[in-house]
């Protein structure tokens, strides 16, 4: 399959009026704005979207006003998560039906599976559809993790084009890369915005990066200054961005992404319940660093 993941690619949030309804004029307002600060993909329906809270039918809204505002300018790579196979079959329909260039399939929540079962998972999905399948690892939310050996023979598979590892643990990024370099149309993305440096050191091909929503021009560098050779200007930028990370484990993921586009000035809402928003102390704290980062 001649599609390919790389670059930096916001898993972008979902904008919500006060009453919980998808605010599509802010929505593309962030594709606009995204695109314009460089990265290189879109990722709506994401943790950081909070695909969780979202009617299929608001799913279909949400990945028809990003395909269309994009217009083809970048990637749109769209969430189909469920616990069930069949579930993802269904929102892979959905995801067809809006054009999207993509789909990240998370593995499923709740039960536990075997390495088997995991492969059966993302074989039986793969064989179901022809868009190129990125699966998602994000083990701290999960507890389930898609072992090397076991994205090593998903790798094989035509159309599963890569693997997003959320897991913060470097030697599981590492054995990603290190199991499927010989793999041309395979990618790894790291999903842990402290480690974009030293993931591309590694030879990840991009991240998919949650303060990419606040920092995107910032975020972006990482990866264009090193693809460039600029090493010391991407692992500044890496420094730059690492403590607006840490400050996302302030309250409950991912109200520091949307507090952030708040005080940028943009109206995105609350995440939905029961996620609550942060605390006073909290916001000042956030306002602070993004001083710092001239992002306000």
């Known amino acids: 399959m001649a599609f390919r993941p790389y670059g ?6 979902t904008p919500t009026t006060k009453e919980g309804k998808i605010n599509e004029k802010v929505l593309r307002q962030l594709v606009n704005k995204f695109i314009e600060e460089g990265v290189h993909g879109l990722f709506p329906l994401g ?28 990637p749109v790579y769209a969430g189909a998560n469920h616990i069930t196979t069949r579930g993802v079959i269904e929102y892979l329909k959905v995801a067809k039906e809006a054009k999207v260039d993509a789909v990240s399939v998370l593995t499923p929540m709740f039960i536990s599976q075997t390495q088997d079962e995991l492969y059966q998972y993302y074989k039986s999905i793969a064989e179901s559809t022809d868009l190129p399948i990125i699966i998602y ?6 507890n389930i993790n898609v072992t090397p050996e076991t994205i090593a023979r998903l790798a094989d598979i035509d159309n599963i084009v890569g693997v997003k590892d959320s897991t913060g ?5 590492e054995e ?15 999903g842990r915005d402290t480690l974009i440096y030293a993931g591309l050191c590694y030879g990840a091909v991009g991240a998919i990066a949650s303060c990419a929503n606040i920092a995107p021009k910032l975020t972006a560098s990482i990866y264009n ?24 484990n302030m309250g409950t993921f991912p109200a520091v992404i949307k507090e952030g586009l708040v005080l940028q000035g943009f109206d995105v809402g609350k995440c939905l319940d029961p996620i609550q928003e942060l605390k006073p102390e909290e916001k000042q704290k956030l306002k602070d660093q993004l001083k710092i980062l001239n992002l306000i």
């Open 137 to 142: 690892n994000n083990t701290p939310k999960t």
């Open 169 to 173: 643990d470097m030697t599981n990024t």
């Open 47 to 74: 943790t950081t979207g909070e695909f969780y809270a979202f009617t299929e039918d608001e799913m279909k809204r949400i990945l028809f006003t990003v395909v269309e505002e994009t217009g083809g300018r970048v």
């Open 225 to 248: 200054k090193y693809t460039e050779g600029d090493l010391v200007g991407a692992l500044e930028a890496q420094y730059d961005l690492a403590p607006l990370r840490i400050l996302c």
């Open 8 to 13: 930096i690619i916001p898993p972008i949030i």
């Open 176 to 190: 990603y890369i290190r199991l499927t370099r010989d793999k041309e149309n395979f990618g790894v993305l790291v």
